[in-house]
């Protein structure tokens, strides 16, 4: 995929994005897609490849998928729409625009839309609820995601692996699945990724939330192994796990934004409270766990029921016990967690920032009003 066609790419899915919106997020009925390779793209007229392209052609102008209704996942694996460059079939310029899942109860590893080693392109307008994992970018670069409406997804919303230069606006993440493993739940995951622009952009509205990330089981937004990231005018929503987590990351900016992890959620099983969440010692506004350094925070706020910025994981009775601890909020007791992560790293600033509590050695308190 050339470089020189990003800029093209977004700014014609983008144009497009008002016309998908209009038919609900998806129109006319479509089987699965899965393109690999050029030969499997359809021009409009053509009898061959996925008969998916309703505009376009690939080259002066991006080839675009949708806006369609896809009726069931493949027999195989979940995904409504798979881009597969892993073999490098794909040359020619894409978007994929005003897609939605007329299916369900599909494993919470199945992406609704995955894309792979793609150089280039956007994913606009798509609308899921209860379909196993949300958007997936694997390998991929210079990607815009504007408007994805991700409601309830049994596994991540949003999952951006080994990925680059990816700009989210205008969406709302939400993954609500009980008991699931960590990683398996959580609005955002990003992994080994860096130049990501979580809002802030133009696409999104002057001095008002850009993208939501409300859920219940797992964390807001989770970076690991993963740098150079603007989060600007987030929400992230939550009762009884983590807002943001920060996983030996780096030169993270995280700006205008909030963290409400105020639970409990407590379900009844076999005459017994249950939580809902993940069970681990990350539960609050902010963590900063595992070296992760270099980091800036300003005028955000993060109210928790257990802990508001925390370096490391819970901590135990002993401010300095490496032993961890998980909060559970139906007993309304700790429970000893190991191992615990280790503290974040130098250089992390925190200006303007209200919490409910802290452990960060060093940092005052400054209760939100």
Not at 81 to 92: A, C, E, F, I, W
Not at 106 to 119: A, K, L, N
Not at 159 to 180: P, R, Y
Not at 191 to 212: E, F, H, M, Q, W
Request: proline content about 6%; some cysteine; charged content about 10%.
């Amino acid at each position: 995929m050339y470089r020189w066609l990003v800029v093209m790419v977004s700014v014609f899915a983008l144009a497009l994005g008002g016309a998908a919106s209009s038919s609900g997020g998806g129109g006319p009925q479509h089987s699965p897609i899965l393109i690999t390779s050029d030969s499997q793209f359809t021009a409009p007229g053509s009898s061959t490849g996925c008969a998916c392209v309703t505009a376009g052609d690939g080259v002066t102008t991006p080839y675009v998928i949708g806006p369609w209704a896809i009726t069931a996942p493949s027999k195989t694996t979940g995904e409504a729409v798979q881009v597969d460059n892993s073999g490098g079939g794909v040359t020619k310029s894409f978007v994929i625009t005003g897609i939605s899942a007329g299916y369900q109860g599909v494993p919470y590893t199945e992406p609704f839309i995955q894309v792979s080693h793609v150089d280039g392109t956007a994913i606009t307008n798509v609308s899921a609820n209860n379909d196993g994992l949300g958007v997936e970018l694997d390998y991929s670069s210079h990607v815009t995601l504007d408007n994805l409406n991700l409601n309830k997804m049994t596994g991540n919303s949003l999952f951006i692996n080994n990925s680059s230069f990816v700009t989210l606006s205008n969406s709302k993440l939400k993954a609500t699945a009980d008991g699931q493993v960590p990683h398996n739940a959580d609005g955002l995951y990003a992994l080994d990724s860096n130049n990501l622009t979580i809002g802030g952009g133009p696409a999104c509205p002057k001095s008002r939330v850009c993208n939501t990330f409300d859920y219940d089981t797992g964390w807001g937004v989770y970076l690991e192994n993963t740098s150079y990231v603007t989060i600007d005018h987030a929400s992230a929503n939550a009762d009884d796990t983590g807002g943001y987590v920060l996983d030996n990351s780096s030169h993270v900016d995280l700006g205008n934004s909030t963290a409400e992890a105020e639970g409990p959620i407590c379900i009844t099983l076999n005459g017994q409270k249950t939580p809902t969440g993940y069970h681990t010692d990350l539960q609050g506004g902010l963590f900063l766990i595992n070296g992760s350094s270099n980091n800036a925070f300003h005028d955000d706020q993060f109210v928790a029921y257990i802990m508001g910025i925390g370096s490391g994981g819970n901590r135990g009775t002993d401010p300095i016990d490496d032993i961890g601890a998980y909060g559970n909020p139906c007993l309304n007791m700790f429970e000893p967690f190991t191992p615990r992560e280790a503290d974040m790293g130098p250089n992390n600033s925190f200006n303007n920032v209200c919490y409910s509590s802290t452990d960060v050695v060093g940092l005052p308190p400054n209760p939100c009003k």
